[in-house]
């Protein structure tokens, strides 16, 4: 329920863009699909979409789980957890292992995505990204 709502990001220390301290900013909209999913839309600032998440519950596995798919064609499935403050997504797949940390902090949000390409022994941080409530 935290997460429900319209929220304004802002994507930043990003090793992939142009420079550090480019930030580029968008929207995402968080909201329930029927009463077992919860799907979260981001889009750039011309609201253009980028990406999709569908997050609910496998009850043979006894896990929550997210799908993912992007503008450029990847799909991938994350595990998760969520403690109501915390939510932490993982995939450990051939080609590299992800986790995202999402931090809900009231009407702020605070992710950051990392990366490994040697199975998990070390990281790299993808970006920072804030995220500010706009309506529930």
Known sequence: QPLIGEWEYTLYNAWFLDSMDTKVKGFTTIERL???FVVVRNSDADQKPDDVWVIGY???QEKYQ???YDQRGVARIFDM???GKKMVFWRKDKDFHQ???LDIKGDSMHSVPEASEDKGKTWRKDFDMDYG???K
């Open 99 to 101: 986790r995202i940390t």
């Open 81 to 83: 957890t969520f403690d």
């Open 34 to 36: 029927h009463d077992s």
């Open 133 to 135: 409530r706009i309506e």
């Open 58 to 60: 496998s009850d043979p």
């Open 66 to 68: 997210m799908f993912y």
